[in-house]
């Protein structure tokens, strides 16, 4: 057997935290969404994606060899430890915010769960397989509202249009390749995030110009979250989210 | 979109969206039932809506979503003729036939 490759490990953290964070930042809409139905709606793409980042973190566990399990990637680790894109952890704004933020990312996870169904870890590639059923729902899902809210009334367009003026500047990073995307994928268990801007591009332009939306020019890309130098907000959330697991250590319920 | 007519009086109601009656089919293949009804803004929503709020676990392989005013529907005055099933006109049900042996359910 040939040995993992010790990238495996913070690759696989950079999947699952993307999805643990912006699961949690959905389901702060739980009980305030703007109607009963999207509500629900919001929820169960919350839940799909923490399903996803759970699964992601047993495995990373796993490839990490410590005993660490899914809770203790989850609950026990400070935002410094954090692997996921700043997009994700930023506040959930309002519903045109956070919609536009699901476009973003729904589409580029589907890009890249697609490319993951063929890597050579047999755990990822079905962890994949599952999620990609799941991100085509939540493309479809977000792009309709984008398009209605778009199109839609003088301030539901304003307020659209803010969001994808605030976020663009966070999209380049999800595309950045380091040298753990880079070995990944030359070993065959990953995918190189580059590979997959110009598909992202394409449909996000197609989708942003029938909501009557334009891309604004943006000379300067954030990043840093792959990194661990997350924005103030990541720590804020995470206080929230682990604080009663790390004040019950070993509770189960 | 054409802005809706109110829109500068005040806040919307809380169900000012239109209702869809949802209709599923089972996965047995059998008619599409009536599961109940969902507010959204279009078809599509309204599909989508349907499917997160009746249709999350299996329950169906086909979703109708119909707008709940396109409906025509008999009133409770109607009950007397229209559902009255004449009882004084015996030849309207089938109660003269022999049922053949072997027919356990009629």
Not at chain 2, 67 to 94: L, V
């Amino acid at each position: 057997m040939t040995p993992v490759p010790s990238s495996l490990f913070p690759y696989l953290l950079r999947l699952a935290d993307d999805r643990l964070v912006l699961g949690h930042r959905l389901s702060e809409w739980c009980g305030h969404g703007p109607i009963l139905e999207e509500d629900i709606a919001l929820a169960n793409v919350s839940l799909d994606l923490i399903g996803e980042a759970t699964l992601l973190l047993k495995r990373a566990g796993e490839v990490e060899g410590r005993g660490r399990n899914e809770d203790a990637l989850a609950y026990f680790r400070d935002s410094a430890d954090y692997r996921n894109a700043l997009m994700v952890e930023l506040p959930k704004g309002d519903f045109g915010f956070t919609i536009v933020r699901q476009l973003f990312f729904s589409l580029f996870s589907l890009l890249q769960m697609d490319a993951l169904t063929k890597s050579s870890d047999a755990d990822l590639a079905g962890i994949a397989a599952k999620a990609v059923k799941e991100s085509r729902y939540h493309v479809r899902h977000s792009a309709e509202w984008v398009v209605t809210l778009g199109d839609g009334t003088e301030e539901s367009h304003a307020r659209t249009q803010r969001a994808v003026d605030e976020l663009w500047r966070y999209t380049g990073e999800l595309f950045m390749a380091d040298a753990i995307d880079r070995e990944m994928s030359d070993a065959g268990l990953g995918v190189n995030p580059e590979t997959l801007a110009e598909r992202w591009n394409a449909e996000v332009g197609k989708t942003l110009e029938r909501a009557t939306l334009t891309i604004p020019k943006v000379g300067y890309m954030q990043r840093g979250g792959r990194e661990g130098k997350h924005t103030e907000h990541l720590g804020h959330m995470l206080a929230e989210m682990q604080i009663v697991a790390r004040s019950h250590p070993g509770a189960s319920w | 979109m054409t802005k809706p007519p109110d829109e500068a009086s005040g806040p919307p109601a809380d169900s000012q969206w239109p209702l869809w009656e949802v209709f599923l089919q089972p996965p047995k293949g059998e008619a599409h039932e009536h599961a109940g009804s969902v507010h959204a803004v279009s078809a599509e929503h309204a599909l989508q809506n349907a499917r997160d709020v009746y249709a999350r676990r299996g329950e169906a392989v086909s979703i109708w979503v119909v707008p709940s005013a396109e409906i025509t529907a008999s009133t409770p005055e109607d009950m007397g003729p229209f559902f009255d099933p004449g009882n004084d006109k015996p030849y309207r049900h089938p109660q003269f036939y022999k049922v053949p042996r072997g027919v356990r359910v009629f």
